[in-house]
């Protein structure tokens, strides 16, 4: 868990932000002496934010991602020891989360990414600091993301950073909803409130918290090779 109040009340070992910052910093110096394009993946601090908006006003090839649970949560759910909330990096502070959101509304952030971690049951069943990392979260991406920046990102926005930003991040070509094209679409309704059930989760690993939370925003179907997936 993140180093701060909650690592010392509940007397478990923290990874400090600065740990995460520092690297960046040097990455970012190496980046800019080399010439050269850097991503870095699942940002989670507000430090880390800060660096890379200086790199990218200095001109700096510099992209980066944030994992949807660091938008939603802080470090306050590991109060309670559940493992479901175990992820690497950490949970931080509720400055950290709301700055990472203030980093995407202002593209300092260009992706999104699920950071999906299936894991077995028995990995996640056991003392807090033997539990493996991650999450189950390729299920409720979307909505997890929605619910966290609904006020502040708007909606065009934020498919972006989970379609033609990451593809543009990777020196991929985009892929475009147009006649002659392969239809690889998903289709959702951006507003529904919703209960998530361990039904809804298709992915045959369930180490997820979002069971029983109420989120906005839901796939209907997904169209792909010729098929309809509901």
Known sequence: MNEGITSTQSGLKGSPALAEEVNINRDLFI??????????????????????????????????????????????????????????????????RLALIDGLVDGTIDCITSDHC???????????????????????????????????????????????????????????????NPANITVFDPDIKWTVQLSDIKSASKNTPFIGMKLIGKPVCVINKGMVSL
């Open 118 to 180: 299936p894991d077995d049951v028995e990995n996640k069943l056991k003392e807090f600091e033997l539990a493996n990392f991650g999450i189950s979260s390729i299920d409720t991406a979307f909505a997890v993301a929605r619910t966290a920046t609904k006020d502040k990102l708007n909606l065009a926005e934020l498919v972006s950073k989970f379609t033609t930003h990451p593809r543009c991040c990777a020196g991929q070509k985009t892929i475009l909803i147009e006649e002659g």
């Open 31 to 96: 980046a800019e002496y080399c010439n050269c394009p850097i991503h870095f993946s699942t940002i989670s601090s507000a430090g880390s934010v800060a660096l890379i908006r200086a790199a990218k006003a200095k001109g700096i090839k510099v992209t980066c991602d944030v994992a949807v649970v660091n938008l939603m949560f802080n470090e306050e759910k590991l109060s309670g020891f559940d493992t479901n909330f175990k992820v690497k990096p950490p949970l931080r502070t509720e400055e950290d």
